[in-house]
């Protein structure tokens, strides 16, 4: 199976921060990889998919690089309807979630 | 507009059965691979299985922690997905979610707004 660690588990950030997410997977995923935005009580929202592609409608402050086991999610300039838990998510191999990350009012 | 709305769950005791079913509008269901994602109170999310169209053979796919004990099927006539579960644990318990997938990969684009399940006796 494979394996997604996100990092850090949680940030602390201010609006108009910038913001950096890290994900790796425990082997390579080519480009395979989506970002979702989650907040309390509602369910997921695609962002980012082929790790760089952005959804859309969303807001071009967020964008995703990276291939193989290493990527990011940057959020330029943090709005206050940002404050969420982003989780990343391999489709390379069935699926499979990283832990999530939980962007939090400084 | 496309639309799932997830039915049935509920309070369950270990080892119990209950069965999900989610409707969808707004898109033709038949073409489309749906999944089930669960997340359990305060926790991350966890796929549960996915179902892919009759044109791929409504073959079914099942994560390890529910392989055995839950079943996906989807009747294209009801644009409906359902989900069995049976011989549930009190680890089930989560709010369950029906998913599309897009196109033919693992991808998913569409969530409905999930269903609680608690396992407890």
């Known amino acids: ?106 | 507009e496309v639309q799932l709305e997830e039915s049935g769950g509920g309070l369950v005791k270990p080892g119990g059965s209950l069965r999900l079913s989610c409707a969808a509008s707004g898109f033709t269901f038949s073409n489309v691979w749906v999944s089930w994602v669960r997340q359990a109170p305060g926790k991350g999310l966890e796929w549960v299985g996915r179902i892919k169209t009759k044109t791929d053979g409504e073959t079914t796919d099942y994560a390890a922690p529910v392989k055995g004990r839950f079943s996906i099927s989807r009747d294209d006539s009801k644009n409906t997905l359902y989900l069995q579960m049976n011989s549930l644990k009190t680890e089930d318990t989560a709010v369950y979610y029906c998913t599309t997938h897009r196109g033919i990969v693992n991808l998913l684009d569409f969530w409905g707004q999930g269903t609680l399940v608690t396992v407890s006796s």
Do not use: H
Not at chain 1, 3 to 14: G, I, R, V
């Open chain 1, 1 to 106: 199976d494979i394996q997604m660690t996100q990092s850090p588990s949680t940030l602390s950030a201010s609006v108009g921060d910038r913001v950096t997410i890290t994900c790796r997977a425990s082997q390579s995923i080519s480009s395979w990889l989506a970002w979702y935005q989650q907040k309390p009580g509602k369910a997921p929202k695609l962002l980012i998919y082929a790790a760089s592609s952005l959804e859309s409608e969303v807001p071009s402050r967020f964008s995703g690089s990276g291939s193989g086991t290493e990527f990011t999610l940057t959020i330029t300039s943090l709005q206050p309807d940002d404050f969420a838990t982003y989780y990343c998510q391999q489709y390379n191999t069935y699926l499979t979630f990283g832990q999530g990350t939980k962007v939090e009012i400084k």
